[in-house]
């Protein structure tokens, strides 16, 4: 895979790998809503479908029209093209989001980075790691952090050749570890690096949980969650009886994240805590964890008298069963007791 370093994504947007053609695309074409998006009209959803998957002629157009836009136009179309996305999987903006990351507005650029979640190709991360080191925003520097987290994992996988991976955590460690940078984009930065399995990333985690600030300390329990090393269960349930209620939420939802069997009573007990935050938190853990000692207890609460608790419950449990089905229909499985 080529890297294209240095190339402005707002004046010369990367070619997209699809045809950027659909079966089932709306009848208005992309045209006729980039007109309507200029002159400020409604913007049905339905119409803003038509942006999925641009050629890029579309896109050329789009890049051109940005710049005539108001800040608050520009924000209202990322935001709408966005819940879009995550609505329905099927649709991709991401060469929309791609050509707004250089945009003057901090507001609007931060959408445009969250508009690029899930995407795999190095070369998006590499416009990341260059715009983490040089945006003018602590906001956006944070937001791209975090942004970068799921290459972390890719780099796990081996699907990153060593060159990038190097890359990649040594800018990710740099912003951590930079006494002058803001506490939330080195927080951020942390919890993306977390995936890591390196050593020196375990060794880091618990250095910053023990001698960070509580929001590096947080970052460092959701770290945990992401590292995922048996090793920080002890951690991860001494901190369900803390006295911060967000050290109590981000602990629940990394001990589910190991995975770990010997999690689901402390997660239990932590049901019954005082803060509706870290009893929901609590309940996802239990659904990412799954087995039959989870679901059992699961489905005892779906006749709980707190309906928040007997809606999350539920929801856990669809997600263990569609978890199931997919096992099932791929003809794998694995063990109930995790």
């Known amino acids: 895979m080529t890297s294209d370093r240095g190339r402005d994504p707002d004046r010369d947007p990367l070619p997209d790998d699809g045809d950027g053609g659909d079966d089932s695309a709306p009848s208005v074409a992309p045209a006729q809503v980039i007109a309507e998006i200029e002159r400020g009209d409604t913007l049905p959803s339905e119409h803003l479908r038509a942006l999925a998957g641009p050629s890029d002629a579309v896109v050329r157009e789009f890049v051109s029209l940005w710049p ?34 250089r945009d003057p507005d901090p507001a609007t650029r931060m959408l445009a980075v969250e508009g690029l979640w899930e995407q795999e190709r190095t070369e998006y991360m590499d416009l990341l790691l260059d715009q983490l080191r040089r945006d003018s925003e602590a906001t956006v520097r ?94 991860l349930t001494h901190c369900f009886t803390d006295d911060d209620v967000d050290v109590r939420a981000a602990a629940a939802t990394s001990a ?30 239990l659904g990412e964890i799954g087995g039959l000692d989870a679901e059992r207890v699961l489905t005892a609460l779906l006749g709980h008298r707190e309906r928040h608790l007997a809606g999350a419950a539920q929801e856990a449990l669809n997600g263990l069963r569609a978890l199931a089905l997919t096992f099932d229909s791929g003809g794998g499985g694995e063990d109930d007791e995790r």
Request: glycine content about 6%.
């Open 68 to 101: 005539r836009l108001a800040p608050e136009r520009r924000r209202e179309v990322l935001a709408r093209l966005h819940r879009l996305a995550q609505d329905d999987a099927t649709l991709d903006f991401h060469r929309i989001h791609l050509s707004a990351l």
């Open 142 to 235: 944070a937001a791209i952090a975090l942004a970068l987290a799921p290459w972390v994992v890719s780099a796990e996988f081996g699907l990153l050749s060593e060159e990038d991976a190097e890359q990649l955590a040594a800018t990710l460690r740099e912003a951590v570890e930079d006494m002058h940078e803001e506490e939330e984009v080195r927080a951020c930065a942390l919890e993306a690096l977390g995936a890591s399995s390196d050593e020196s990333v375990t060794d880091l985690i618990a250095e910053l949980y023990e001698t960070g600030g509580q929001r590096m300390r947080i970052a460092a329990l959701r770290a945990m969650g992401r590292n995922g090393d048996d090793r920080w269960l002890p951690v």
């Open 256 to 285: 589910g994240q190991l995975l770990m069997g010997a999690a689901i009573d402390p997660l239990t007990e932590l049901i019954e805590d005082t803060d509706e935050e870290v009893q929901l938190a609590a309940i996802g853990a």
